[in-house]
């Protein structure tokens, strides 16, 4: 790796794939640096490496990436896989870790496709072994191939339910029950924006074909439940909640839940790169314009780490923001980015028009978000529970980093990743506040976890 590129790009997803084979083609040095061990990001894993029987049953959407894969393997991209971020500042400088050696790179320009990860909703029991999100099992299915073996229950609201439901059910997974926590009310919510998804009608027809191949093969799906608990002692044993008014339990071992997905902004925080709440989506974005330029120079985000689009959506972004850090970098002038971008301006707002439905559709209600019970644990690195947090505001705390350092919610190893929503939820709503506009932890590095001989490891010829 050398120690300084025009264009280095973090995170080899369907937008950061589309970005470093635009950049190649129009002759910019271009790194591309990504924490796993083979490109396709979280929704196109283990790409290169899956049999074809397991890549039919993951579906067509799942087999796109093959080309944007191939594509970057034939671009003139140094490409530079297990490497994790652990920081970047405003002057571009990026701390990366590959293998056990530490180092510090610098870039003219630096793309962000870091992608999304899973809302972490508190519910009772979610901390059991046993119970674990739509996500990490879809995970395992792509990159290993493993199923569950004695059946499972899927719970919580998006898309990904049904269509993880759907591989599950092709692979031969007993399918226990599918508990759709979206609220009736979300249809009302959603309707006047059906107008618009039409446009996008054909991720509507295959959720449609989805659900009905579900239903054919006598898979349950329970609408409108609540109360989800996780039951057991050392481990997950059941779960109960509330159908129609009536309480019901399933015994189970495994239980996956999803509640949509939300911004990777962990670099973007600790860049210093300004965010937004977006009440739409219920989580923090950058703060970009058109091209993908956050409020910093220089530094770039594109794809779902920017805001939920999805994978074809990311990919138009990144060959966007590729485009505008090719401009930046002169390589081309404003007119030539301009006409080489109506094509994916085209397509990216035509994918758009589903968003606004999806976000309404699925909007979490705020009973989930912020209303756990004081026994359940909110931040699962420091054991701090939701009655914890809540004192704290009592006491006269009022924001998330006021609440950390009084109870440590948000130090451990996950620095925030899994409790940081939850807490501005409970906070905001402790607060009398409709909305956690105010309860972003501040984003420091090291943004992954690094060892004190990794970092000395920067200064080789100092011994004190």
């Known amino acids: 790796m050398k120690p300084h590129y025009s264009l280095v790009i973090i995170g080899a997803g ?12 129009h002759g910019v040095d271009v790194a591309l640096l990504d924490e796993q061990s083979a490109p396709g990001g979280q929704i196109y894993r283990a790409m290169e490496s899956i049999p074809p029987e397991r890549a039919k049953l993951l579906g067509q959407e799942y087999q796109r990436g093959g080309k944007l894969v191939t594509a970057m393997r034939h671009a003139n991209v140094d490409y530079f896989p297990d490497t994790q971020i652990w920081s970047l500042n405003r002057k571009r400088e990026i701390g990366l870790l590959s293998g056990k050696v530490t180092d510090i790179i610098t870039a003219d320009q630096v793309l962000l496709a870091s992608g999304a990860m899973e809302r972490p909703l508190p519910f009772p029991g979610w901390t059991l072994p046993g119970v674990m999100t739509a996500g990490a099992g879809q995970i395992l299915f792509k ?6 073996a004695d059946g499972v229950v899927l719970a919580g609201s998006g898309p990904l339910l049904i269509l993880l439901a759907w591989q599950y059910m092709h692979a031969g997974v007993k399918i226990k029950a599918i508990l759709d926590l979206t609220p009736m009310r979300n249809h009302l919510r959603a309707l006047p924006h059906l107008p618009r998804a039409l446009l996008a009608r054909h991720y509507l027809l295959k959720g449609m074909l989805y659900k009905k191949e579900l239903k054919q093969a006598g898979i349950s799906t329970l609408h409108n439940v609540n109360d989800l608990q996780a039951n057991g002692q050392q ?4 779960i109960s909640f509330l159908h129609k008014g009536r309480k019901q339990t399933i015994s189970t071992d495994l239980l996956l839940t999803h509640f949509g997905v939300t911004p990777q902004i962990h670099l973007s925080q600790a860049a210093g790169c300004l965010h937004h709440w977006d009440k739409h989506q219920q989580c923090w974005r950058p703060q970009l314009d058109e091209w993908g330029n956050s409020s910093i120079d220089g530094i770039l985000i594109a794809g779902d780490g920017a805001g ?16 505008q850090a090719v401009c930046a970098l002169g390589q081309i002038q404003l007119h030539e980015r301009d006409l080489n971008a109506r094509d994916d301006k085209k397509w990216m707002s035509e994918e758009m028009h589903i968003r606004p439905f999806l976000d309404a559709f699925f909007f979490i209600p705020s009973k989930l978000l912020s209303v756990p019970d004081d026994n359940t644990v909110v931040c699962r690195c ?7 947090i809540r004192q704290a505001v009592a006491d006269g705390l009022g924001d998330s980093n006021q609440v950390k350092f009084l109870t440590r919610c948000g130090m451990g190893p996950c620095q925030g990743r899994q409790c940081a929503e939850a807490v501005a939820f409970i906070i905001a709503a402790a607060s009398g506040e409709s909305l956690p506009e105010g309860g972003l932890y501040r984003g420091r590095p090291p943004v992954t976890p690094l060892t004190l001989g990794q970092l000395a490891s920067l200064y080789p010829e100092e011994r004190e």
């Open 14 to 25: 369907p937008a950061g794939l589309s970005a470093a084979v635009v950049a190649a083609q």
């Open 143 to 148: 990159a290993h191939g493993i199923v569950p």
């Open 235 to 238: 481990q997950l044993e059941s």
């Open 308 to 323: 939920i689009g999805g994978a074809r959506t990311a990919e138009h972004a990144g060959r966007l923001a590729a485009l």
């Open 382 to 388: 420091e054991e701090v529970t939701a009655g914890e």
